[in-house]
């Protein structure tokens, strides 16, 4: 799903799932208007026609950001990782997730609160200057 809020952004976030909604309220409470977040809704097959339509619609984009909310052993990020840097081999690609776990969840409630914070902090601050 393309970002209509964004236009010609300097960093995208693409997602899949509720870390989305929890990333486009961070960036309204930020007043960020230089990041564009899209939803992959399908995985497979990967849309990658319709992604490099989106992506052409900021040609200033200096980093590409998968953002996750599983940990780094779970959810998409080994499926969409090497595609979105193969059809985009000229912009830098990184991936938000949490670290690698057994489990889905922390199992602290502290832990719990704080790793959705984190991700959101990463997902804004970090990358290619």
């Known amino acids: 799903m393309p970002d209509r809020e964004v236009t010609a952004a300097e960093r995208v976030l693409i997602c899949s799932g509720k870390i989305g909604h929890e990333l486009r309220a961070e960036r309204k409470q930020r007043g960020d208007k230089d990041t564009a977040i899209l939803f992959l809704d399908q995985l497979y097959p990967f849309p990658k026609n319709e992604l490099r339509a989106e992506m052409a619609r900021h040609p200033n984009a200096r980093e590409i950001v998968w953002v996750q909310e599983e940990p780094a052993n779970m959810g998409a990020l080994f499926y969409v990782l090497p ?9 830098p690609v990184r991936s938000v997730k949490r670290s690698a776990s057994a489990r889905p969840a922390p199992g602290s409630a502290t832990a719990h609160e704080l790793e959705p914070k984190t ?3 990463l997902a804004f601050t970090t990358g290619p200057s």
Do not use: K, N, S, V
């Open 119 to 121: 991700l959101l902090t």
């Open 83 to 91: 595609r979105i840097r193969t059809y985009f081999p000229d912009i």
